[in-house]
């Protein structure tokens, strides 16, 4: 999933740049706001498994190769927006050290991986939890779904932006300049290696996570944090 | 002892199998290096060859460039792959983390 230098032409990783600055700059001045001491550690840990998860190349029927991304369980942990800082610092780190991932297409990798991915998992996550119990297991099936939702979500936008090129970038006589597949190849390419493989993996990964956090110390969890700090709000105010 | 603690070491063991993402053979959809397109279009479309050298990463697919044949050799390069990517990323943010943490 991490685009490479070349595939997106100009019009797409500009404009991607120019959505992603003022996502960045949003996140990270909710950090600064937000962020307390003893979050510190689960954020930095947070960026590393997120890096290291996408190593474990995993083959599909196909002869395709592809990963878990970790950004689903990273945004129900850490909370959408600081999410975005974290998996945003593993993909840069990819891109300029190792090459995954291509600079100009830092900003379009980091909208489907670092954006897509938590905010849609954290959603899913609290839509499907409702008001069930902290310790419930439906949570545990709700950060599964979270994580196979997201995955698959941040795949087709990543096709989506894979088939358009032949579109917005053609020479006069027809041929592509940059990623040369269109919609009708890209799209489902990328979509059902994902609905049929890799996502699961995601699911998997984000439920295990879920469920050890949920069994150990649910205080880390970004809602259970918020819900603790609203109360003793409440009760400075009552005091 | 606390979570945080077993998790960071789960993340270590991880960080030492990580060579099993080497076993993977087999290429990924838009991933392809110009050659590779060169195969599949018998082309390469030209703003394509010219923007995928716009940069030199120091260790190219988590590679020591030019050790890639020694399996043994590629496994190393992995995992020490592995832990500069957990030392930048998660010394960076321990350390702005703690800068601009509120308490």
């Given amino acids: ?239 | 002892m606390d979570t945080i603690k077993k998790l960071f070491i789960g993340l270590l063991v991880l960080v030492v199998f990580t060579p099993l993402g080497l076993l993977a053979v087999g290429e990924t959809f838009g991933e392809w290096g110009p050659e590779e397109v060169k195969d599949k279009l018998g082309f390469v479309p030209p703003g394509l060859e010219s923007l995928s050298s716009l940069w030199s990463a120091p260790l190219p697919d988590y590679a020591i460039p030019g050790a890639e044949d020694s399996m043994t050799v590629a496994a190393a390069a992995y995992i020490l792959s592995a832990v500069i990517g957990v030392v930048i990323c998660a010394g960076l943010l321990y350390l702005v983390g703690k800068r601009i943490a509120r308490d």
Avoid at chain 1, 106 to 120: E, L, S, Y
Avoid at chain 1, 218 to 235: P, V
């Fill in chain 1, 1 to 239: 999933m991490h685009i490479p230098d070349g595939y997106l032409g100009p019009y797409t990783y500009v404009a991607m740049w120019i959505i992603m600055i003022p996502i960045w700059y949003y996140a990270a001045s909710r950090l600064g706001r937000e962020l307390r001491s003893k979050q510190v550690p689960l954020l930095a840990l947070a960026a590393a498994f997120s890096f290291v998860i996408m190593m474990f190349n995993v083959p599909i029927p196909g002869g395709s190769t592809g990963h878990a991304v970790g950004g689903a369980i990273v945004g129900i942990v850490l909370g959408p927006w600081a999410a975005v800082i974290a998996i945003s610092v593993a993909l840069v780190l990819q891109a300029l050290m190792f090459g995954d991932g291509g600079i100009t297409a830092i900003a379009a990798n980091c909208f489907n991986m670092a954006v897509i991915m938590p905010f849609a998992a954290f959603y899913v996550y609290k839509f499907i939890s409702g008001s069930t119990d902290i310790m419930s297991s439906r949570r545990v099936a709700a950060s599964a779904v979270a994580g196979y939702v997201s995955l698959s979500l941040a795949a087709a936008c990543t096709g989506l932006m894979f088939g358009l090129q032949p579109l917005l970038h053609s020479s006069p006589e027809g041929i592509p300049l940059y990623m040369p597949y269109g919609l009708n190849i890209a799209l489902p390419a990328m979509l059902l290696e994902h609905l049929l493989g890799f996502s699961i993996l995601e699911a998997l990964v984000t439920a295990l996570i879920f469920a050890y956090i949920q069994r150990t110390d649910t205080s880390l969890l970004y809602e259970e944090s918020r819900g603790s700090r609203k109360i003793r709000e409440k009760k400075a105010i009552a005091a």
